[in-house]
């Protein structure tokens, strides 16, 4: 067991590795503020294989990687941009929904592709509200649906954990800037990261 579990979590560095020159030609659409091709490689590896990690040896593994893969560049811009752009949103929510439901037709049961479907309808529906009443942006609206789908795999538990977690992440880093004096309250802060972070905690959590 526990030479398929060292197994999964070499093959997710291994897909960072893969796919970091995509990754960094992606995030270079949209900004030209870019770690070092080095930089990129390590943090696609680390984010691919703590994926792998939370995740396990499941059939849902893949589309955990896919999302995983996009939330790479997508950190990147919004990092250096404070936007995420629908090209990398939308691919994302789309891959990882199919895959989902490719992993519950091929066995999986660690959770359900119905209730996925369900989250991230709900979750984009809750962002986009947010988004025309309060400072919230649309691309993290679109990141909803990616994040919904992950979580609500797992059920509607841990979408409100990984949520939660996010928000709560967003918050001290907020407040670290506040505290340190590199930020102001009205300058804005990139989100689209601690969702994703969160999203990731919440999964290891759950699994």
């Given at each position: 067991?526990?030479?398929?579990?060292?197994?999964?979590?070499?093959?997710?560095?291994?897909?960072?590795?893969?796919?970091?020159?995509?990754?960094?030609?992606?995030?270079?659409?949209?900004?030209?503020?870019?770690?070092?091709?080095?930089?990129?490689?390590?943090?696609?590896?680390?984010?691919?294989?703590?994926?792998?990690?939370?995740?396990?040896?499941?059939?849902?593994?893949?589309?955990?990687?896919?999302?995983?893969?996009?939330?790479?560049?997508?950190?990147?811009?919004?990092?250096?941009?404070?936007?995420?752009?629908?090209?990398?949103?939308?691919?994302?929510?789309?891959?990882?929904?199919?895959?989902?439901?490719?992993?519950?037709?091929?066995?999986?049961?660690?959770?359900?592709?119905?209730?996925?479907?369900?989250?991230?309808?709900?979750?984009?529906?809750?962002?986009?509200?947010?988004?025309?009443?309060?400072?919230?942006?649309?691309?993290?609206?679109?990141?909803?649906?990616?994040?919904?789908?992950?979580?609500?795999?797992?059920?509607?538990?841990?979408?409100?954990?990984?949520?939660?977690?996010?928000?709560?992440?967003?918050?001290?880093?907020g407040m670290g800037k506040l505290v340190a004096r590199r930020a102001g309250r009205r300058d804005e802060l990139p989100f689209g990261p601690f969702l994703l972070l969160g999203t990731l905690l919440a999964v290891a959590l759950s699994s």
């Amino acid at each position: 067991m526990l030479g398929t579990y060292a197994f999964v979590v070499v093959l997710g560095g291994g897909a960072g590795a893969a796919v970091h020159q995509r990754v960094r030609r992606e995030a270079g659409l949209h900004t030209e503020s870019l770690p070092s091709p080095l930089r990129v490689l390590l943090l696609s590896v680390a984010a691919l294989g703590a994926t792998a990690a939370a995740c396990g040896y499941h059939w849902h593994v893949l589309a955990l990687l896919w999302a995983a893969a996009f939330a790479v560049p997508l950190s990147l811009v919004d990092v250096a941009e404070h936007r995420l752009p629908r090209r990398l949103t939308y691919p994302s929510a789309a891959g990882a929904l199919l895959l989902l439901a490719v992993a519950w037709f091929a066995g999986d049961r660690t959770g359900s592709a119905l209730n996925a479907l369900y989250g991230a309808l709900a979750l984009w529906a809750v962002f986009w509200v947010m988004a025309l009443l309060l400072p919230f942006g649309r691309g993290d609206a679109a990141l909803g649906l990616t994040v919904g789908a992950v979580l609500g795999w797992y059920g509607f538990r841990t979408l409100f954990e990984g949520c939660v977690l996010g928000f709560l992440l967003a918050g001290l880093y907020g407040m670290g800037k506040l505290v340190a004096r590199r930020a102001g309250r009205r300058d804005e802060l990139p989100f689209g990261p601690f969702l994703l972070l969160g999203t990731l905690l919440a999964v290891a959590l759950s699994s």
